[in-house]
């Protein structure tokens, strides 16, 4: 996924493109680009392959007074990282940036390599030579030729036009790319997302798909591609500054790890009442009948979303009765010819609220009747939209790339839609309020956990920067908190961890034992608690390298190194655990000296299919 800024108004329109730029460098960070127009449309265009910080470089020696501009920084879907693929790229008078996938780009290029010579790989590049041909060197408006192009397109897209003849208007449009418009005073802003419109304006307007605007600096005019009007919905953005800027920490990641205290306050306000034992979700907007009518719960989600789905699963299915749950990968399941009953409810998960597998899973549930209700943060995106209802996490930004505030967040939302069903099912409160008590009390604990470890963690963390590869090992509520244990070493650190069910090891992983391996052994306190030690002597006696982390004060088996959490929790320790893996993950990268923010390959939403 990509990011997408524009700029025009009385103000530097350079200044704002490039600090737009490095807000939303964690949407994708191979190479980036700018164009400004001075008044008489003299374009100045700059691009460079790698870091925004390459881009400035170029921009030093090329400052201009212009008042409108567009800009992208990019993750490579079609054609390499590169100057001449970076956007915005150019066609006759047009210049383009562009977020999402051309799908028909090959059949389209081939229709336009008379009339335009192609320099990139790209699709973009194709869609700009597309808009050219209508626009005709400026016979015909600039958003005419936009939607006479858009409607010969099957794909995916944001995008941000300019032509030299207008350097006074931006034209843009959306599908299934997001697409936000910051509404200022005698200027208009242009984002992939609000958090590059944080500081500038708190009033936005985002796109819906298939609409296209025509924006100047003191005029906005949204049209449908079948060119009805649409008529603006202004809303606040409610991040500030502080929630997108590192603060005292040196990266995003570790800020966003010592902050779920906050965050999970902010996810339970209003929400827990400890005095009643008792849950409220306002957002869903189901009934008691409703809610006691539900038979099935299908949770949708990709990676962290996805782990935090499986978790939630195993904590409702201990107190809900006769309920089915399966919990899902969303690039799988769009494509399955699942069965979904009735009397189900689609839980959709998803930080960013545009990740485009779990957005088509949302769609196709949609299709078959099914209410979806939304566990996501990014207020106002397109899942948070298209949802019949939901609940946001109210973390805030998650600027690193690996998500974790977000994660425990998720599982606790879900686990209270969990409890408003139980509730209304008429489940004994004796059951339930130890799980709200428990919620309740996970913020104080996290901090506790997060204050006590970071420094243990960090010494450890560096005896195992030697491993490439790992073996995460967990039972019952432990296993999804594994996975998502390893998924977090994988992407930051690039170590190859695995994570299996303690009980799976002996049906085959137990072969991979072996020096070229550690093992990150989680060890609960409970009924499967003798179990998971005799899984563990498995590894052991086969000279496992084990960091055994546990809340059992009298574990004592040999393993390299054993952390222990003293918590009174007793059913949300797993939550506790993670902040382990989180804290390990992290320390693993900084000591490899790896880019903690933005690991390689990888961008904050997958926007692209
Ligand atoms: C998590 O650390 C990853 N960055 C990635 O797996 C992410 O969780 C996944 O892409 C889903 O993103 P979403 O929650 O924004 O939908």
Not at 183 to 207: P, Q, R
Not at 507 to 530: K, N, Q, V
Request: glycine content about 8%; proline content about 3%; some cysteine.
């Amino acid at each position: 996924m990509c990011g997408i800024v524009g700029y025009v108004g009385n103000k530097n329109a350079q200044d704002f493109l490039i600090s737009g730029l490095r807000r939303l460098e964690y949407r994708g960070y191979d190479s980036a680009g700018i164009v400004s127009l001075d008044g008489n449309g003299e374009p100045t265009l700059l691009r460079a392959k790698g870091k925004i910080s390459n881009l400035e470089e170029k921009l030093a020696k090329n400052k201009r007074e212009d008042k409108i501009g567009i800009g992208h920084t990019r993750w490579a879907t079609h054609g390499e990282p590169s100057e001449v693929n970076a956007h915005p790229h150019r066609a006759g008078k047009i210049f383009l940036v562009h977020n999402g996938i051309i799908e028909n780009y090959k059949e389209l290029k081939e229709q336009l390599k008379k009339s335009h010579e192609f320099k990139s790989e790209t699709d973009t590049e194709v869609l700009a030579a597309l808009i050219n041909s209508f626009y005709g060197d400026g016979k015909y408006p600039l958003l005419n030729a936009v939607v006479q192009a858009l409607k010969l397109v099957k794909g995916t897209y944001g995008i941000a036009v300019v032509s030299t003849d207008l350097p006074d208007e931006i034209v843009v449009a959306r599908s299934g790319s997001p697409l936000v418009i910051g509404v200022g005073n005698d200027e208009t802003l242009i984002a992939s997302d609000a958090s590059a419109l944080v500081g500038h304006t708190k009033k936005a307007i985002y796109l819906n798909d298939g609409e296209v605007a025509v924006v100047t600096k003191n005029n906005i005019n949204i049209k449908t591609l079948n060119a009805e009007p649409v008529s603006a919905k202004v809303e606040e953005i409610e991040t500030n500054l502080s929630a997108i800027q590192k603060g005292e920490y040196e990266h995003f990641l570790l800020k966003e790890i010592m902050e779920q205290p906050e965050s999970l306050i902010e996810t339970l306000r209003g929400r827990v009442n400890v005095e009643t034992g008792t849950v409220r979700l306002g957002g869903p907007g189901l009934t008691n009948e409703e809610l006691r009518q539900i038979k099935h719960l299908v949770i949708v989600g990709c990676g962290t979303a996805y782990h935090a789905g499986l978790l939630a699963m195993y904590y409702i299915e201990q107190f809900a009765p006769e309920i089915s749950i399966e919990t899902v990968i969303a690039s799988e399941y769009r494509y399955r010819q699942a069965y979904i009953p009735k009397d189900s409810v689609a839980l959709i998960v998803s930080q960013s609220g545009e990740t485009a597998d779990t957005l088509a899973c949302l769609r196709g549930i949609k299709k078959q009747g099914i209410k979806t209700i939304g566990i996501v943060n990014a207020i106002g995106s397109t899942i948070a939209r298209e949802v019949d209802g939901g609940t946001y996490v109210h973390v805030g930004p998650e600027i690193s790339v690996a998500s974790t505030k977000a994660f425990t967040s998720q599982v606790v939302a879900m686990v209270m839609f969990g409890l408003t069903i139980a509730q209304a099912k008429g489940v004994k409160p004796g059951i339930l309020r130890p799980y709200v008590e428990e919620i309740a009390k996970l913020p104080e604990e996290i901090s506790r956990v997060l204050t006590e470890m970071k420094e243990p963690i960090k010494e450890i963390a560096n005896k195992y920067i030697k491993y490439d590869h790992a073996i995460y090992l967990g039972r019952d509520v432990a296993y999804p908190t594994v996975m998502e244990g390893a998924l977090k070493l994988k992407e930051v650190a690039y170590v190859d961890a695995n994570a299996y069910a303690f009980g799976e090891l002996k049906h085959g992983p137990l072969s991979l034992i072996d020096d070229r391996f550690f093992e990150m052994a989680l060890i609960l306190d409970g009924e499967l608690y003798d179990k998971t030690v005799s899984n563990t002597q498995e590894v052991l006696a086969r000279g496992g390298h084990i960091v055994a982390i546990t809340n059992v004060a009298g574990f004592d088996l040999p393993a390299e190194d054993v952390v222990k959490i003293t918590t009174d929790l007793k059913i949300f320790v797993p939550i506790l655990m993670n902040l382990i893996m989180q804290l390990f993950a992290y320390y693993v990268t900084v000591a490899k000296g790896y880019n903690v923010d933005q690991p390689r390959n990888l961008a904050k939403s997958v926007t692209v299919e």
